[in-house]
């Protein structure tokens, strides 16, 4: 598995989607691109593929006129990675959310839950639109305990500021979370 970050965000929103997708270049055949912003990773079939497509990536950024950071790179394939939050390990066909990341998907989770209980389901919007932020970026690795985080969504979207409070749907206590 080869990874890359762009260091230009409105470069890398504005130009990389079309030059990994074949505009103007030929595409890396066996490559899948998993885009998100300005982050991109790239999975292979093989380490053969893989060494292949990181130069070929390394080749096309140049080609753009791009640059990435050298820290935030790893040129070398590697069937474990960590991305965005979280660790892809293709080996053994996982996603995995590291368990501080967890813990405080849990305080987060308690803290709304607690004051929802004792304000008769208000809450902050701010603290509400903080959980889903980041339940939604860790969302990918809990798979098998899914999050159901529309509801949230649309006690967002009540008419009140960020600094205001917000009345949690009536199915609110049905989101678990181990």
Known sequence: MSQTGISSRASATQFMPPAFSGAGRPSRPGARVLPYLDDFLFV???????????????????????????????????????????????????????????AKLRRLAIGLRITAKKNRRLVQKRELAKFCGFAQSVKLALTPAPLFLRNFYDDIKQPVGWSGRVRLSRSWFFVALC
Do not use: M
């Not at 292949?52 to 590697?78: D, M, N, Y």
């Not at 991305?83 to 892809?88: C, M, R, S, V």
């Open 44 to 102: 292979f079939s093989s380490e053969e593929q893989a060494r292949l497509g990181a130069r070929w990536v390394r080749e096309s950024i140049e080609f753009l006129g791009l640059s990435c950071h050298p820290t935030k790179c790893q040129w070398e394939p590697s069937q474990s990675v960590y991305h965005l939050g979280i660790t892809i390990n293709t080996a053994a066909g996982v996603f995995e959310v590291p368990k501080q990341k967890l």
